[in-house]
């Protein structure tokens, strides 16, 4: 893992570039006695460009996660301030929003990966982006928008606010997911550190709803699908879903399937439904059931992908995936299915705004 040291290895190794400019070290955490405080920027740190040379006050932060990012923005802003040289904020690797950011908050960067905006009002602007990160995060949970743990995040769509790490659990076992306390800790961690969530004591509050569906569209991934099976049913049109109601604990209609329940979409003829395992079904709706893929009836795919079942939603039909999950796949899908998946996405932010 990156630390804060090897930023000022990189800077003594003369390996921080950013043609045209010279990149120097020139004081390492210079002490600031400001009134009764005492600041200790990392480094000063000077700039080269034509015979002249600008100099910076920076502060080095080997994870810059979007909460820690902010908080060097302002860190440097308070050392310039202190110190009356320009705001330099050094990172392992600046992604073309930070740099874009950076430069909204008229505050200088550099990382160790060729990319930069350094500001000097009325005299210098250089911006070099697009080169790629060499030194990606390693958090010790992968993606907290995937799998089991986006449980957590996808609770905050469903409720907004929470008392305690023990009540966020209690609401993820309530729609029917399974995860330890330890998990829902470390993921509120990641939450907050990526400003989706405010921790404030023991409570966490949801910030950023839109980033929060983002994030879970950039993580998703299709259900592993262990088995699928496609039917015809030769009995009455209409007994095929009283019968399917029998297995609501254990059948839910896929979230493409799911759409007709939060939004206008017509849904394919066949009804798809995810289910933990096709046998018990298939043996409880007997010989009426016959097995054809040309034009079929019921559409079942086995899997055990603790998503698909979570927060799903029962009434007197068989139950529908959580709106989430509706949009997740909808969004991932063809056109058709992308547009009407922007009035499932509008329907979830409504509904959240209505329950905060």
Not at 48 to 56: L, S
Not at 114 to 119: I, Q, W
């Amino acid at each position: 893992m990156m630390r804060e040291s090897d930023i000022l290895n990189a800077f003594r190794n003369g390996t921080v570039e950013l043609p045209p400019l010279m990149i120097e070290l020139s004081e390492v955490e210079p002490r600031l006695e400001v009134k009764e405080w005492v600041l200790c920027p990392d480094a000063y740190i000077d700039v080269r460009w034509e015979g002249r040379v600008f100099r910076f006050v920076s502060e080095f932060k080997a994870q810059a996660t979007p909460r820690s990012f902010r908080e060097a923005i302002e860190q440097a802003r308070s050392y310039a301030k202190a110190t009356e040289l320009r705001p330099l904020v050094v990172s392992p690797y600046l992604a073309p929003e930070r740099l874009k950011e950076l430069e909204v908050q008229c505050v200088s960067g550099i990382d160790l990966c060729g990319n930069g905006v350094v500001m000097v009002p009325g005299e210098l602007l250089v911006v070099r982006t697009c080169n790629p990160n060499r030194f990606p995060a390693n958090r010790k949970i992968s993606n907290v928008y995937q799998g089991t743990s986006s449980l957590v995040a996808r609770v905050f769509l469903a409720r907004p606010c929470y008392d305690s790490v023990q009540e966020v659990m209690d609401e993820v076992t309530e729609r029917g997911g399974q995860v330890s306390l330890g998990t829902v800790s470390k993921v509120l961690k990641n939450l907050e550190e990526d400003l989706i969530i405010r921790r404030k004591g023991r409570a966490s509050i949801l910030l950023q709803a839109d980033e929060l569906l983002n994030r879970l569209a950039a993580g998703f991934k299709p259900p592993r699908v262990d088995a699928r099976k496609k039917y015809r049913w030769k009995g009455p049109s209409n007994e095929l879903v009283r019968r399917l109601c029998d297995w609501n604990r254990e059948l839910v209609l896929t979230g493409a399937a799911s759409v007709e329940r939060y939004s206008v979409m017509p849904r394919e003829k066949a009804i798809q439904c995810y289910c933990p395992s096709i046998e018990p079904i298939e043996r409880g709706l007997g010989s009426e059931l016959e097995e054809s893929p040309i034009f079929p009836d019921l559409d079942l795919a086995e899997t055990c992908d603790p998503t698909v079942f979570f927060d799903c939603r029962s009434d007197d039909t068989v139950s529908a995936a959580s709106p989430v999950q509706c949009w997740l796949e909808l969004q991932a899908g063809d056109k058709r299915q992308r547009e009407a998946g922007s009035g499932v996405r509008d329907r979830i932010l409504k509904e959240l705004q209505q329950n905060g």
